[in-house]
């Protein structure tokens, strides 16, 4: 049996060219974005806030450990996507978390959005075992701009993009391009659960929220002595108001219409 279709190629080698970028300066990028927000003795508190306050931990338990060991460098995609969602300060980009973001925001969001999408898409491409000449460009000109947008957030040096240079042309034995391959494929069940959990998060905050708006409006009708009186009772006592003041005016006319005792002066 020929083994020619499973041979190292110009195309596989390009794909497991990409799959050392997302793997490799991509995720590190995002562990530096990470230690910027949060320094490490701090993150195991407001993960353990963060579940405090939801009820859950949305994290499974060897996330949670990695959490406790608070290194950084441990981290895989899945876990930093939900620490920058859920526990980071970062502002959600235009279309909001979870939505592809616009082409033309560069905001740190939206590029942390991108790394999740690029990684949920590089499991299709796996597949195939393969990308061409015009594929590779696009994409690799796409996850070099993400890298330097997030390295110009950080205000440090280039390193990531200058290890991305390094990657597009540096050679690539024919023995480790499947491995590279083998492990982008591993990704997508994880990335899968995490925006199921996520959409899950969104639906528990928006029941809470309902629950606590509830609750306030009952607080405040108890606190008036009661429910606000509906539009119907409104307009009956409108009425009565209107009846009492026609009753009240009847009476004065009838007043003034009675004869008038002749006042009688006693010698």
Request: net charge positive.
């Amino acid at each position: 049996m020929s083994l020619s279709k499973y041979e190292s190629t110009r195309g596989t080698t390009q794909l497991a060219r990409i799959a050392r970028a997302l793997l490799g300066p991509c995720i590190d990028v995002l562990r530096e974005v990470l230690a910027k927000e949060i320094s490490p003795p701090d993150l195991e508190r407001k993960v353990q806030t963060y579940i405090l306050q939801n009820k859950k931990p949305f994290i499974n338990k060897k996330q949670q450990d990695l959490v406790k060991r608070k290194k950084y460098s441990d981290f895989d995609i899945t876990l930093l996507y939900f620490l920058f969602r859920n526990i980071c300060s970062i502002p959600q980009h235009k279309n909001k978390w979870g939505n592809n973001p616009e082409l033309t925001d560069k905001s740190v969001s939206a590029n942390i959005e991108r790394m999740r999408i690029l990684r949920n898409e590089w499991y299709g491409h796996a597949t195939d075992f393969s990308l061409s000449d015009s594929e590779f460009e696009q994409r690799w000109n796409h996850i070099f701009q993400i890298v330097k947008d997030l390295e110009d957030y950080l205000g440090t040096a280039t390193k990531y993009q200058d290890t991305l240079v390094d990657l597009k042309t540096c050679n690539m034995d024919p023995g480790s391009v499947q491995p590279y391959i083998d492990k982008l494929k591993t990704v997508e069940e994880g990335l899968q659960a995490d925006v199921t959990n996520l959409k899950e998060n969104v639906k528990r905050i928006e029941k809470i929220i309902q629950t606590s708006r509830s609750k306030e409006m009952l607080r405040k009708r108890k606190s008036t002595g009661g429910a606000a009186p509906s539009t119907q009772a409104k307009r009956a006592k409108k009425r009565l108001t209107a009846q009492d003041k026609l009753t009240l005016q009847n009476s004065e006319t009838q007043k003034t219409k009675q004869p008038r005792e002749d006042v009688v002066l006693k010698p």
